[in-house]
């Protein structure tokens, strides 16, 4: 049995509908005592009571669908909120946790890159004082240029790696 059936027996609209059921049987005109040619050719009124009752029992099955039908999109609503629920709940905490790993990473890369850069930069003076020792001109112009274009790799590459960091992080991946 699926989750969208109803029970027999567990359900207010399924008894109705049995007693609507024997209502109708019992309605249905049906006499044996007979003949065959009043069988086959009943009177008006006898005719006026079968499309009567034709109609009643029309009528209760559209009810009956119509029951079926609200009792089924009940169950089914309310099986689409518990999962709606179910999903919101589950959330919160992997988007609390992903955010709270996603903000001690970026502290990490901006402490790393923060030391890095420090250490560069007393790299970089003990190279520039080294240069300015240098004594021929063309090569203290070339050690120069070499330092100058050595920094701007450097900021290039932090800032390239901030935008992966960003791109990674943009990705919007859902859970």
Known sequence: MTHYEIRKGDDNIQDKMTDIDRHVSTCVYVNNNKSF?????PDKRQRENAEHDLRLARTEFDFREKALGIARDAQLQAIQEMYNDYLVRGKIPIRRERAEFV??????????????????ETSLMKNYEQAEKIHIPSLKSRKMQMLDDTIDEYFNLVDQLRNSFKEILDEGVEY
Do not use: G
């Open 37 to 41: 040619l009043k069988k086959l050719f």
């Open 103 to 120: 903000l001690e990473q970026k502290m990490m890369l901006e402490n790393r890159v923060s030391i890095l850069s420090q250490e560069f």
